[in-house]
């Protein structure tokens, strides 16, 4: 019976019409339905609705209108409840509800706050509900609930693709299935404090918006604070608009926060225990705060080395070090005239140097091919400039040119020792194989061999020939470095 067949405003019919309806819920047999669904329940306190009343079979208040909020106090359903597509206009509490059986609030819009004090024993939906208000579930520090037991979802909850426009508390509650966030929107202060998920959970896709007004500091704010993960928690492409603190949690599991867009603060606590892998993403950049990324990249590194795993290991390690080295630059002190220009942690000529050294070439001792990189690039700049000032010259090793001689001229100690002559710089620069000559030399520079077959001229060639080398020698030592860094560990 829908609400424009009975005028349920006025006393006297609402007292009917509920008690009709009650009978209704009392004689149901267990396995049929109860239907309530497009029914308009008014605010009209004449009545107490379903409160403290058992449901037996099944509840359906789909695309029902609720105009008073305390509806359904202490009520217990033993079958399943939906209200798929039901709007509730008022605040709303279920206040110590027994939900024995599947739930669903698919689609549902509280236009008001809404509260689930409630203990749910088997599956929960609220896919794509629109809550427009505070949502409240469990039981928060200073709640008016007293003496009333902790409150759990029994099996698998899920909020997919729901929307919180306003703040969102999940505290003290207890989740023993899975729980999925899998592309919900939290528009607001979100909260999850002492939460105890003992399935696995995920915030995939999940979406926490800045809110536009700041007068509460709290809007831009979501929190985990002491909350238990035994089994696997997934923030896989989860974006935070808002400041974001995770705080003294135990994750028994996989915490993967691959993917995950952290743009206003990130406080990862020292206090956060993990007992198995924190996965982050492969660059420190998606923390938008540098010194935000320094704490989680050192215990996703010290974890992957408590799991063998060197390959992430040293991702985790050369993220570290970039991060703190973006923070030591953005730190650093441009006046030369004061000491910490010079040396400590503000300098910025150490800073720069360990960025263009450390980071960029040696790459921290993960990457082992960048020394090989570097330094082909510098024997191939030596060389062009070798070429273009004419810089080598024949060595020890002479290059014959024969000189026709008479053959009754010849003694035999000249035609033993036929005469030498060398080459002259304008001879040997137009030889085509100059430019190769000054490659090889370039190269038994830089890996400071030395044959004697070729020597620098005079002057600025051997101040590069020198220098060159003092290059090549750093860079090949860099270069083993790194690579027994990778194959020792």
Known sequence: MSATEINIFDEDT????????????????????????????????????????EFSAIADFTGSIFRNGNVFGEAIFH???????AIFKEKSDFPNVVFE????????????????????????????AIFQRDALFGDPAGSYLENIPR????????????????????????????????????????EFNGLVFNGQVSF??????????????????????????DQKATFWNCQ???????????????????????????????????????????????????????????????????????????IYHYQEQCATNKVNRQKSIWKFWEKEFWWGEKSPLLNYGEWIIGRKIFGYGEKSLRPLL?????????????????GINYGSLP?????????????????????????????????WSYAGNCLYFSVVTFTTLGYGDFQPASGIPRLLSSSEAVLGACLMAMFVVSLSRKFVR
């Open 240 to 314: 935070f608009d808002c400041i974001a603190k995770f705080t003294n949690n135990f994750f028994g599991d996989q915490a993967d926060f691959r993917k995950v867009s952290f743009q206003k603060k990130a406080f990862f606590d020292r206090d956060n225990e993990f007992h198995d892998r924190l996965f982050l993403d492969k660059s420190y950049k998606s923390f938008s705060r540098p010194k935000d990324a320094i704490l989680p990249y050192r215990i996703a590194k010290q974890t992957a080395h408590r799991d063998a795993d060197s390959r992430w290991e040293g």
């Open 101 to 128: 059986d599947k739930v669903s609030f698919d689609e549902t819009i509280f236009s008001e706050a809404v509260g689930f004090h409630s203990n749910f024993q088997n599956r929960v939906f609220f896919e794509r």
């Open 374 to 390: 570097v330094g082909a690039i510098v024997i191939l700049f030596y060389a062009a400039i070798f070429f273009g000032v004419g």
């Open 399 to 431: 290059v014959n040119k024969p000189v026709p001689a008479e053959p009754n001229q010849l003694t035999f100690e000249a035609a033993k020792y036929p005469p030498v002559e060398y080459f002259s710089e304008d001879e040997l620069r137009r030889d």
């Open 151 to 190: 409150f759990k979802f029994g099996f698998s909850v899920s909020f997919e693709h729901a929307e919180f426009k306003s703040a969102a508390s999940f505290d003290n509650l207890d989740f023993d299935g899975d729980v999925s966030f899998k592309s919900t929107k939290f528009c607001y202060w979100t």
């Open 79 to 85: 079958e399943e409840a939906i209200f798929n597509n």
């Open 14 to 53: 609402a007292r009917r019409v509920w008690e009709e309806r009650r009978q209704r819920v009392a004689d149901a047999e267990p396995g049929e339905t109860v239907d309530f669904s497009d029914m308009e329940f008014s605010d009209d306190p004449a009545d107490q609705y379903f409160r403290r009343v």
């Open 204 to 229: 995939e896709d999940a979406y926490f918006l800045r809110c536009i007004d700041s007068r509460d500091k709290r809007r831009n704010l979501v929190r985990f604070d002491n909350v238990t993960f």
